[in-house]
């Protein structure tokens, strides 16, 4: 696995598919977080709202390196098609673990904020992965792999990217941004965002779940 997750890294830098999602997260934090003040959740929230939308961006990119038969080549090398995609999957959610790095310390950065303690961050931390967890999962089920044509992967992440962002109370993301937008303690929302946080692993684990499943049947 870290071979086949080492490979998908080298790939991405190699082709420079991961730039158009990074500058994406990067111009969106730029915009949501400069000049902030008062309490952080609402900062932290912006944070992970450009995540959520680079997060699939990259994972789209990451999913769609090798064409037909050069994955063929990887499927067959590594045994197996479901480490393939655990290995997008991965490299995907390492990526996402440095690029929260910089959003979580970004605001701190260009904003003024008089008080941060460690249940700031710790929030700031589980809103963030909440987001990459649901744009992973969106990523991979809009990914080459499930719409052969890209037009209609691009339409079912869009449609997926504003439902998730704008129905209202829909868990987790808007439920989570809600919640973040309402109450300035952040130790009053790291049990709500940890549930958040829960049902996105849910989401990514059944899309990954659906997505191999019309691989497996595709292949």
Request: net charge positive.
């Amino acid at each position: 696995m870290i071979a086949l997750i080492r490979y998908t890294f080298a790939t991405a830098l190699h082709t420079q598919r991961y730039l158009a999602p990074v500058l994406v997260f990067t111009a969106l934090m730029g915009v949501l977080t400069v000049n902030g003040s008062g309490p952080l959740p609402p900062a932290y929230a912006s944070s992970a709202g450009a995540l959520f939308v680079g997060s699939t961006w990259l994972t789209i990119a990451l999913m769609s390196l090798d064409d037909a038969p050069q994955r063929a080549i990887v499927v067959v090398s590594s045994g197996r098609s479901l480490k393939v995609l655990l290995a997008a999957i991965g490299t995907a959610l390492t990526s996402c673990l440095v690029l929260m790095v910089f959003g979580l310390f970004f605001p701190l950065w260009v904003g003024d904020y008089e008080v941060v303690t460690a249940v700031d961050l710790l929030l700031g931390l589980e809103a963030q992965l909440t987001c990459a967890l649901v744009g992973i999962a969106i990523g991979v089920l809009c990914s080459r792999l499930v719409f052969r044509r890209q037009g209609y992967a691009l339409v079912a992440a869009l449609a997926l990217v504003m439902v998730t962002l704008f129905v209202k109370g829909m868990p987790p993301v808007n439920r989570l941004f809600n919640l973040m937008a309402t109450t300035p303690d952040s130790a009053k929302l790291l049990a709500p965002t940890g549930g958040m946080l829960a049902i996105a692993a849910v989401i990514l684990a059944g899309f990954t779940a659906v997505t191999q499943y019309i691989v497996s049947h595709k292949e």
